[in-house]
C-alpha cells in the first residue's frame, strides 16, 4: 500500500485563507435563520471610527467576538451576528478637521458635515477589510451605521418617546465643560489622571488683620472664591469662624465659615470655596447660598471677573498671578505634588466646571432598578460585575445628553420663536432641526407660528446605546424583535463597561421595561510586552495589520486566545503571534501525517488496541475541558486545552507509538485499522474544536480530508465511548522520557534496538511499547 498525504504542501500557506473567505461567502455559511429553534444573538460593539488605525488589542478583541459567535453555532444555535459602524461624535469631527485641515468653527455645518463623511467612508472601508481579513463571520452584507437617516430616526424616536414619559428636563447648572472639544459632557466621559500640579500657598487677611495661609492648586479662581471655610473641630482656627477673609488682589471680602468637608491635615487646614473648583464647590455653593460668579469661559478663558486676567487661557493666568502673588509677597511656599486630576475621555485635557443650559435625561431614580439589573444580568467573567455596580452606586447626577457639536444626531426639538416654549415632533422620521422647517403649524401654548430649531447634537452615547434596540428591529418588526429580545450577549471591553454597558442597560430599560441582555463578556485590556498600557505617546502601540499579513489571521486569533483568561489583561507581540503561529505549523504538520492514512469511520471500538484507547480517554477529557470553555466562551480554554494536548501527548507520545502499527510494520490489518481510526478520530476531534478559534486552517484541512461541507457547518456533538486509560498518562510518558534519554545518553538513535525492561504497570501496552522503541 502506497501512502499519499491528502494534504500535499509541505507547509500551511496562509494565502489560503483569502480563497477560503471567498467560499465561505460564496456558501453563505454563516447565515442567520430568524426561525430557527435556538437561537443566539451578539449585540457587537460597532467599531468606532476616530481615525487612529486599529490597534492590535481592538483586532484581538474583534476575533474574540467572532469565536463567540462560531461557537454557538457549533453548540447548535443559529446565530443572529450583525456588524455595525459606530459614525457619530467629537472624534469623528477632530479626525476630520485633521484630515482636510478644516475647522468646525469655521466653515458652514452642512459643508462641515459633508467632509466628516467622506473621513468616514474612507475609515470604514479600512476597517471592514481588517474584519474581513481576520475572518469574522458576522453579516457584512447587511452592516448598519450609527449616523444612518433611519438608526438616527430610531435615536430621535427614543428620545421622544422618553420625552413623553416626562424623562427629559432642562437645566442650567454647573457641568463637567471640555473647553477643548468645547461642550458640556457626562461624568461617564471624565477621565482621572495622576497630573503634576503646583500647591500654591498664598496669604490671605483676616478683616481683622490676622495673616491666614490658604494652600490652592487653582490661584486663577481667586476671583470667584465666595467664602472661606475651616473645620469646625480644628483647635487652630476655632477663633476665626465667623470673620471676614480678604482676598488678595481683588481685595474683596468673604465670610469665613465652618464645614466638616474641610480636611485639617490638607495644606494649611484653610480652604477657599470657588466656583467652580471641583464639584464639591458646586455642592457647597448650593449648600451654602453662594452667589456663583463665573471665571472661565466657553473657550477656556478667563472671563471679565477675573480683572487683569481678562482673555487669558487658564494655564496661562494661573501662571501669571503665582508672579504677581510672589512680586507682591504673598506666596509663603510652593510644593511640587501630583493631583488627581479629572480630564476628558476624548481630548484628555483637564476639564473645567461650567454651568451652562443642558438637556438632561433622568438616571438618579432609576439607580435603584439599574442595581437590580446589574445584579440579574449574567457576566462573563464574574469579577467584572463590580465595575457595573460601583458605577452606579457612583452616580449622582442626572446625564446630559446634549453636545454642542456638529457631527451627530440631532436633537429634536423647536422652540417656539415667541414663548420659547419647547416642542417634539412625531416620532418615526430623522429630524434636522438646525436646518428643517418646524412640522408644527402653532405653539401649543401661545399659537404663534414662527419657531426655531435647536442646534445641538446628542451625546454619542445616547445612539449607541440603543444598538440592541436597533438590531432587534424594534418598534419596526415587531415579529423579529420578540424572537430577538433580550439579546443574548453584549460582548465589550472593561473600558466602557460605565458607558456602552450601562447607558444601554438604562435606555432600554426606560424604553422597554426589561433587562436588554442575558449576559455580557467583558474583556480586560490589550497591553504590551511589559504589562504596560499601549498609547501613542509611549510609542508602543501596535499594528495588527502587519501581524496578519506576515503570520495570517489564525496564528493571530490564536495568539488572542491564548494569551490570557477571559477578563484579564493580556500582552500583544511579535513574538507572541510567531509564537502561535508555531501551533499552526504544528497542527498542519500533524493533520498532514494522518492524511496519509485512509479514513475509517466504522470500527468496533472494542477492538482497539490499549494504546489506542488511552489517547481516546484523553481526548476524551480534553474535549469536556474545552466545551466548558467554549460555554463560558472563554477561549483561553479550548485554546490552551487542545493545544496541550495535541503537542504534548498526541504527537509527542500517542503518534511515536503508532507510526509503526499505522504503516502495517508487524502487526496485523485490523489493529493497523485500529490506529488508522483512532487517528483520524482525534484530527476530526480537535480540528473541530479549534475551529471557532482557526477557522481558516481547520476548514481547509477539514475539506481536504473530511468531505466537502464545511466544518463551520458541523457541531459539537463527540461520542468519545471508551475504557478509561487515562489513569496511565503520566506513567507512559515517564517511560517514554526514560527511554529517550536513556538511548541519548548510550549514543543511540530513536530507532536502534535497546534492551530496558518496561515497567508492570504498563504490562498492557507492551507489544506497543516494544514496537515504538524497538525494545529487544
Ligand atoms: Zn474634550
Ligand atoms: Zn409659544
Given at each position: 500500500?502506497?501512502?499519499?498525504?491528502?494534504?500535499?504542501e509541505?507547509?500551511?500557506?496562509?494565502?489560503?485563507?483569502?480563497?477560503?473567505?471567498?467560499?465561505?461567502?460564496?456558501?453563505?455559511?454563516?447565515?442567520?435563520?430568524?426561525?430557527?429553534?435556538?437561537?443566539?444573538?451578539?449585540?457587537?460593539?460597532?467599531?468606532?471610527?476616530?481615525?487612529?488605525?486599529?490597534?492590535?488589542?481592538?483586532?484581538?478583541?474583534?476575533?474574540?467576538?467572532?469565536?463567540?459567535?462560531?461557537a454557538?453555532?457549533?453548540?447548535?444555535?443559529?446565530?443572529?451576528?450583525?456588524?455595525?459602524?459606530?459614525?457619530?461624535?467629537?472624534?469623528?469631527?477632530?479626525?476630520?478637521?485633521?484630515?482636510?485641515?478644516?475647522?468646525?468653527?469655521?466653515l458652514?455645518?452642512?459643508?462641515?458635515?459633508?467632509?466628516?463623511?467622506?473621513?468616514?467612508?474612507e475609515?470604514?472601508?479600512?476597517?471592514?477589510?481588517?474584519?474581513?481579513?481576520?475572518?469574522?463571520?458576522?453579516?457584512?452584507?447587511?452592516?448598519?451605521?450609527?449616523?444612518?437617516?433611519?438608526?438616527?430616526?430610531?435615536?430621535?424616536?427614543?428620545?421622544?418617546?422618553?420625552?413623553?414619559?416626562?424623562?427629559?428636563?432642562?437645566?442650567?447648572?454647573?457641568?463637567?465643560?471640555?473647553?477643548?472639544?468645547?461642550?458640556?459632557?457626562?461624568?461617564?466621559?471624565?477621565?482621572?489622571?495622576e497630573?503634576?500640579?503646583?500647591?500654591?500657598?498664598?496669604?490671605?487677611?483676616?478683616?481683622?488683620?490676622?495673616?491666614?495661609?490658604?494652600?490652592?492648586?487653582?490661584?486663577?479662581?481667586?476671583?470667584?472664591?465666595?467664602?472661606?471655610?475651616?473645620?469646625?473641630?480644628?483647635?487652630?482656627?476655632?477663633?476665626?469662624?465667623?470673620?471676614?477673609?480678604?482676598?488678595?488682589?481683588?481685595?474683596?471680602?468673604v465670610?469665613?465659615?465652618?464645614?466638616?468637608?474641610?480636611?485639617?491635615?490638607?495644606?494649611?487646614?484653610?480652604?477657599?470655596v470657588?466656583?467652580?473648583?471641583?464639584?464639591?464647590?458646586?455642592?457647597?455653593?448650593?449648600?451654602?447660598?453662594?452667589?456663583?460668579?463665573?471665571?472661565?469661559?466657553?473657550?477656556g478663558?478667563?472671563?471679565?471677573?477675573?480683572?487683569?486676567?481678562?482673555?487669558?487661557?487658564?494655564?496661562?493666568?494661573?501662571?501669571?498671578?503665582?508672579?504677581?502673588?510672589?512680586?507682591?509677597?504673598?506666596?509663603?511656599?510652593?510644593?511640587?505634588?501630583?493631583?488627581?486630576?479629572?480630564?476628558?475621555?476624548?481630548?484628555?485635557?483637564?476639564?473645567?466646571?461650567?454651568?451652562?443650559?443642558?438637556?438632561?435625561?433622568?438616571?438618579?431614580?432609576?439607580?435603584?432598578?439599574?442595581m437590580?439589573?446589574?445584579?440579574?444580568?449574567?457576566?462573563?467573567?464574574?469579577?467584572?460585575?463590580q465595575?457595573?455596580?460601583?458605577?452606579?452606586?457612583?452616580?449622582?447626577?442626572?446625564?446630559?445628553?446634549?453636545?454642542?457639536?456638529?457631527?451627530?444626531?440631532?436633537?429634536?426639538?423647536?422652540?417656539?420663536?415667541?414663548?420659547?416654549?419647547?416642542?417634539?415632533?412625531?416620532?418615526?422620521?430623522?429630524?434636522?432641526?438646525w436646518?428643517?422647517?418646524?412640522?408644527?403649524?402653532?405653539?401649543?401654548?401661545?399659537?404663534?407660528?414662527?419657531?426655531?430649531?435647536?442646534?445641538?447634537?446628542?451625546?454619542?452615547?445616547?445612539?449607541?446605546?440603543?444598538?440592541?434596540l436597533?438590531?432587534?428591529?424594534?418598534?419596526?418588526?415587531?415579529?423579529?424583535?420578540?424572537?430577538?429580545?433580550?439579546?443574548?450577549?453584549?460582548?465589550?471591553?472593561?473600558?466602557?463597561?460605565?458607558?456602552?454597558?450601562?447607558?444601554?442597560?438604562?435606555?432600554c430599560?426606560?424604553?422597554?421595561?426589561?433587562?436588554?441582555?442575558?449576559?455580557?463578556?467583558?474583556?480586560?485590556?490589550?497591553?504590551?510586552?511589559?504589562?504596560?498600557?499601549?498609547?501613542?505617546?509611549?510609542?508602543?502601540?501596535?499594528?495588527?495589520?502587519?501581524?496578519?499579513?506576515?503570520?495570517?489571521?489564525?496564528?493571530?486569533?490564536?495568539?488572542?486566545?491564548?494569551?490570557?483568561?477571559?477578563?484579564?489583561?493580556?500582552?500583544?507581540?511579535?513574538?507572541?503571534?510567531?509564537?502561535?503561529?508555531?501551533?499552526?505549523?504544528?497542527?498542519?504538520?500533524?493533520?498532514?501525517?494522518?492524511?496519509?492514512?485512509?479514513?475509517?469511520?466504522?470500527f468496533?471500538?472494542?477492538?482497539?488496541?490499549?494504546?489506542?484507547?488511552?489517547?481516546?480517554?484523553?481526548?476524551?477529557?480534553?474535549?469536556?475541558?474545552?466545551?466548558?470553555?467554549?460555554?463560558?466562551?472563554?477561549?483561553?480554554i479550548?485554546?490552551?486545552e487542545?493545544?496541550?494536548?495535541?503537542?504534548?501527548?498526541?504527537?509527542?507520545?500517542?503518534?511515536?507509538?503508532?507510526?509503526?502499527?499505522?504503516y502495517?510494520?508487524?502487526?496485523?490489518?485490523?489493529?493497523?485499522?485500529?490506529?488508522?481510526?483512532?487517528?483520524?478520530?482525534?484530527?476530526?476531534?480537535?480540528?473541530?474544536?479549534?475551529?471557532?478559534?482557526?477557522?481558516?486552517?481547520?476548514?481547509?484541512?477539514?475539506?481536504?480530508?473530511?468531505?466537502?461541507?464545511?466544518?463551520?457547518?458541523?457541531?459539537?456533538?463527540?461520542?468519545?465511548?471508551?475504557?478509561?486509560?487515562?489513569?496511565?498518562?503520566?506513567?507512559?510518558?515517564?517511560?517514554?522520557?526514560?527511554v529517550?534519554?536513556?538511548?541519548?545518553?548510550?549514543?543511540?538513535?530513536?530507532k536502534?534496538?535497546?534492551?530496558?525492561?518496561?515497567?508492570?504497570?504498563?504490562?498492557?501496552?507492551?507489544?506497543?511499547?516494544?514496537?515504538?522503541?524497538?525494545?529487544?
Open positions: 500500500m502506497k501512502f499519499e498525504p491528502k494534504l500535499q509541505t507547509r500551511w500557506n496562509i494565502s489560503h485563507e483569502k480563497e477560503i473567505w471567498k467560499f465561505w461567502q460564496e456558501k453563505k455559511i454563516y447565515k442567520f435563520d430568524p426561525n430557527a429553534e435556538k437561537i443566539f444573538s451578539i449585540d457587537t460593539p460597532p467599531p468606532y471610527s476616530s481615525g487612529k488605525p486599529w490597534h492590535v488589542g481592538a483586532a484581538a478583541h474583534y476575533s474574540q467576538i467572532d469565536m463567540i459567535a462560531r454557538a453555532r457549533m453548540l447548535g444555535y443559529s446565530v443572529y451576528f450583525p456588524i455595525g459602524m459606530d459614525r457619530n461624535g467629537i472624534a469623528v469631527e477632530r479626525y476630520a478637521e485633521k484630515r482636510f485641515n478644516i475647522s468646525l468653527h469655521k458652514p455645518r452642512e459643508e462641515f458635515l459633508k467632509y466628516c463623511k467622506q473621513a468616514l467612508d475609515l470604514e472601508a479600512e476597517m471592514i477589510e481588517i474584519m474581513k481579513s481576520l475572518g469574522i463571520s458576522g453579516d457584512f452584507d447587511n452592516y448598519y451605521q450609527t449616523d444612518s437617516e433611519e438608526y438616527r430616526a430610531l435615536t430621535q424616536a427614543t428620545f421622544i418617546e422618553l420625552w413623553n414619559k416626562g424623562l427629559i428636563y432642562f437645566d442650567t447648572r454647573p457641568n463637567n465643560y471640555c473647553p477643548v472639544c468645547k461642550t458640556t459632557i457626562a461624568d461617564a466621559e471624565v477621565v482621572y489622571e497630573l503634576p500640579a503646583k500647591l500654591v500657598y498664598i496669604k490671605f487677611r483676616t478683616n481683622d488683620n490676622e495673616e491666614i495661609v490658604i494652600a490652592t492648586t487653582r490661584p486663577e479662581f481667586l476671583c470667584s472664591c465666595q467664602a472661606v471655610l475651616v473645620n469646625p473641630e480644628d483647635e487652630r482656627y476655632k477663633h476665626l469662624i465667623g470673620k471676614k477673609a480678604i482676598i488678595p488682589i481683588y481685595e474683596r471680602e465670610p469665613i465659615l465652618a464645614h466638616p468637608i474641610v480636611k485639617p491635615e490638607f495644606g494649611s487646614g484653610i480652604e477657599m470657588c466656583s467652580y473648583g471641583d464639584y464639591n464647590d458646586v455642592i457647597l455653593f448650593r449648600e451654602l447660598g453662594l452667589k456663583e460668579i463665573i471665571a472661565i469661559d466657553e473657550d478663558k478667563m472671563t471679565e471677573s477675573a480683572g487683569n486676567y481678562f482673555g487669558l487661557k487658564v494655564e496661562e493666568a494661573r501662571k501669571r498671578i503665582i508672579e504677581d502673588l510672589e512680586k507682591a509677597g504673598l506666596i509663603v511656599k510652593i510644593e511640587e505634588i501630583v493631583h488627581r486630576t479629572p480630564t476628558c475621555e476624548r481630548s484628555r485635557n483637564p476639564i473645567e466646571i461650567i454651568p451652562m443650559q443642558e438637556i438632561y435625561l433622568k438616571q438618579i431614580e432609576f439607580k435603584e432598578e439599574m437590580k439589573i446589574a445584579e440579574e444580568l449574567e457576566f462573563l467573567p464574574e469579577f467584572h460585575r465595575l457595573l455596580i460601583n458605577w452606579i452606586k457612583s452616580i449622582t447626577k442626572d446625564w446630559p445628553v446634549s453636545r454642542r457639536r456638529y457631527y451627530a444626531t440631532e436633537i429634536p426639538i423647536w422652540y417656539c420663536k415667541r414663548c420659547g416654549k419647547p416642542h417634539v415632533p412625531k416620532p418615526g422620521k430623522y429630524y434636522k432641526p436646518k428643517e422647517k418646524a412640522p408644527f403649524e402653532r405653539c401649543e401654548y401661545c399659537s404663534y407660528n414662527e419657531f426655531v430649531g435647536e442646534t445641538r447634537t446628542f451625546d454619542t452615547w445616547f445612539d449607541s446605546s440603543i444598538t440592541p436597533f438590531i432587534s428591529k424594534f418598534t419596526k418588526d415587531e415579529e423579529f424583535f420578540k424572537k430577538i429580545f433580550p439579546i443574548t450577549i453584549r460582548p465589550q471591553g472593561k473600558d466602557i463597561v460605565r458607558t456602552w454597558l450601562y447607558y444601554t442597560l438604562l435606555r430599560y426606560q424604553l422597554t421595561g426589561k433587562r436588554v441582555f442575558q449576559k455580557t463578556w467583558i474583556t480586560g485590556y490589550c497591553v504590551d510586552e511589559k504589562g504596560e498600557k499601549m498609547s501613542k505617546s509611549k510609542g508602543n502601540v501596535i499594528d495588527p495589520i502587519p501581524l496578519v499579513e506576515k503570520y495570517g489571521a489564525d496564528a493571530f486569533r490564536f495568539w488572542g486566545a491564548s494569551e490570557s483568561s477571559l477578563g484579564f489583561d493580556f500582552r500583544a507581540s511579535e513574538k507572541r503571534v510567531e509564537n502561535a503561529s508555531k501551533f499552526i505549523t504544528k497542527l498542519w504538520n500533524i493533520a498532514r501525517y494522518v492524511s496519509q492514512f485512509p479514513l475509517v469511520e466504522d468496533d471500538e472494542s477492538k482497539l488496541l490499549p494504546s489506542d484507547k488511552w489517547i481516546l480517554s484523553e481526548l476524551k477529557k480534553t474535549y469536556e475541558r474545552c466545551i466548558e470553555g467554549y460555554k463560558s466562551f472563554n477561549f483561553f479550548p485554546a490552551t487542545a493545544r496541550e494536548f495535541l503537542w504534548n501527548l498526541f504527537a509527542a507520545h500517542y503518534i511515536e507509538m503508532v507510526k509503526k502499527r499505522a502495517g510494520d508487524g502487526f496485523s490489518e485490523e489493529e493497523q485499522k485500529a490506529a488508522w481510526y483512532t487517528l483520524h478520530k482525534v484530527i476530526k476531534t480537535l480540528l473541530k474544536l479549534l475551529s471557532p478559534i482557526i477557522p481558516f486552517i481547520t476548514d481547509f484541512i477539514w475539506l481536504k480530508m473530511y468531505g466537502d461541507e464545511s466544518i463551520h457547518l458541523q457541531l459539537f456533538e463527540e461520542r468519545i465511548e471508551v475504557e478509561d486509560l487515562s489513569s496511565y498518562t503520566q506513567k507512559i510518558v515517564e517511560f517514554n522520557s526514560l529517550w534519554k536513556e538511548k541519548k545518553s548510550k549514543g543511540l538513535s530513536l536502534d534496538g535497546i534492551e530496558i525492561e518496561i515497567p508492570t504497570e504498563l504490562q498492557i501496552f507492551e507489544r506497543e511499547l516494544k514496537a515504538m522503541h524497538n525494545i529487544l
